[in-house]
């Protein structure tokens, strides 16, 4: 009998799960105790990167370590806007418009793209855009659009409390939010491009089951007519 190996227990997700638990922490003081939030947020988003190490070089990467991955970064980062929403209440819709954005575009080009994995049909494929090409391919590219984002809304955050160490006449956490703005602006516009490309595909398949069917029930009642004819 072949043993059976307890992905639980790989390095890599035991590092994640030690990520969640730093977001929650986080999470807990984000709004009574920025320092310990801060730092518990950024361990737990640079663990990120370890626990990928870790997959590589322990070869334990896994299905459940890559969602566990993928989850506690949107999770992670929902909660930072909800409590931008608490901060900032006057910019509430725009956070939340934030969040909408991305929970549904990433869920429906990741449904989408398990739809075509199953099918032959002829889909839009963003990657053959070169400059879309560079954004699925190029890692430093990805990490960049990424961490941009992630750190728009991190400076908001810092800014509310503080405004941090200051560099030619403006804070370090201020100058951060400047430069990322247009990385999260582009962030977001890609995620509706995602959207919109995952609607598209969507739609073909619903066209070419639909022809399939209609196919279907015309061989069955040419069958039928048939049939009742050779009676």
């Known amino acids: 009998m072949l043993e059976t190996e307890n992905i639980f227990l790989f390095v890599p997700n035991i590092i994640g799960y030690g990520r969640v638990i730093l977001a929650l922490i986080s999470f807990y003081f984000m709004l009574t105790n920025y320092i310990i939030a801060s730092w518990c947020y950024i361990i737990s988003a640079l663990l990120d990167a370890v626990d990928g190490l870790a997959a590589r070089y322990f070869n334990q990467g896994t299905k459940f370590g890559a969602v566990l991955d993928q989850l506690t970064d949107r999770v992670g980062t929902m909660c930072l806007l909800a409590s931008l929403c608490v901060l900032y ?15 549904a575009c990433h869920w429906i080009y990741i449904y989408a793209s398990q739809l075509q994995g199953k099918t032959s049909h002829k889909f ?9 090409s560079v954004y699925y391919t ?94």
């Open 89 to 103: 209440p006057s910019y509430t819709f725009w956070f939340q418009l934030s969040m909408a954005i991305d929970i």
């Open 124 to 132: 839009i494929d963003m990657s053959e855009n070169p400059i879309m």
């Open 138 to 231: 190029n890692r430093p590219v990805l990490f960049f659009m990424c961490a941009g984002n992630e750190a728009f809304y991190a400076a908001l955050y810092l800014i509310y409390f503080t405004e941090g160490p200051i560099l030619a006449g403006i804070s370090l956490f201020r100058l951060v939010m400047y430069i990322s703005a247009p990385v999260a602006i582009i962030k977001a516009a890609i995620s509706l491009l995602h959207g919109y490309v995952a609607c598209i595909n969507l739609s073909i398949i619903d066209i070419k089951e639909r022809q399939a069917l209609k196919e279907n029930k015309s061989l069955h009642s040419a069958t039928s007519s048939t049939s009742a004819k050779s009676d």
